[in-house]
């Protein structure tokens, strides 16, 4: 992934192939750069690559060709692609896009074989601290994935620091930059690591589910009853997943991409999901957060606590700018749910972990409405 200097991003997916022959040789790479991130649907345009040019290279390019005279599909479409191949004859390629783009680049499946559930809500509060952190694996792409994995975790809040998945070992020096990181290495650059005078770091390794470095504060940074009703959630996944695929909805919804998304938003939700309440317009129809108002308006202590660090930091700053700024509502996933759950706000008997469970049981049934 390269990030330009005004913040956007651009995605390179690669594909590389080993040509056939003996002894030592180069490997061929295939790679398409696009500024969305679309992971499955590139996956298949490359295995698609991969497949011609196990026959001849002569065939891929005619192939890229119509791709690229072909319109780009919107998220929720399908576009079919016309190709010729030798011995097959005509063929139709359907290339789809999810209807939650905001998925579409994410895969939890690789993050939760590669870590514990208690392990990935460790990383998930220090990167909402803005800590630095660093992925080691053995491969590109399991770096690739669980790095774009934990930063989809933080939805509606945006990473605002250095995001690196793939840092080659040439550009190692970057893990000893004092500013907040979230970077991926190879295995094969672990010793040089371990002698860098890298800063306080959270260094995870992807391979055996451990910590290589920590703060040893990583339990305390949540509050203590949503941390606990996260892991619940997490822990009964496949019973959730299994559960709600009994009902009549988009099959999209029945995902562990669907829960996992569902559940951390509901983690906003209940620690900021009241942050625009706060938001008053003055007379010249300028929006201002009532920061103070805000963090003291909530009852739990733990959560009181938590606001008063997340609250310093830019990714909080970003959000808040961002609707302050806004001449009308955002109408995201997220502010959804707030709105499901202002509704709810009266109903204040249960708390805690029952609380947490009971609004995500509820959220889950909401998947299924077409908003």
Known sequence: MLTGEDGSRRFGYCRRLLPSGKGPRLPE????????????LFSKILDEVERRRGISAALVYPFMRS???S????PGKTIKVKTFLPGA???VIELRRPMDSRLEHVDFECLFKCLSVRQIIRIFASLLLERRVIFVADKLSTLSSCSHAVVALL???????TFIPVLPSSMIDIVCCPTPFLVGLLSSSLPKLKE???EEALMVNLGSDRFIRQMDDEDTLLPRKLQAALEQALERKSELINQDSDSDSDDECNTLNGLVSEVFIRFFVETVGHYSLFLT?????ERAFQREAFRKSVASKSIRRFLEVFMES???AGFIQDRELRKCRAKGLFEQRVEQYLEELPDTEQSGVNKFLRGLGNKMKFLHKKN
């Open 71 to 74: 319109p780009f599909p919107a």
């Open 281 to 285: 317009q003055n007379e010249k129809g």
């Open 155 to 161: 939805y509606p809040f945006s990473w605002q620091h």
């Open 314 to 316: 830019q990714m909080f």
């Open 196 to 198: 860098l005078p890298v």
């Open 67 to 69: 791709l690229m005279e």
């Open 89 to 91: 004859g005509n063929e």
């Open 29 to 40: 790479v295939y790679c398409v750069i696009s500024r969305l991130g679309c992971f499955d």
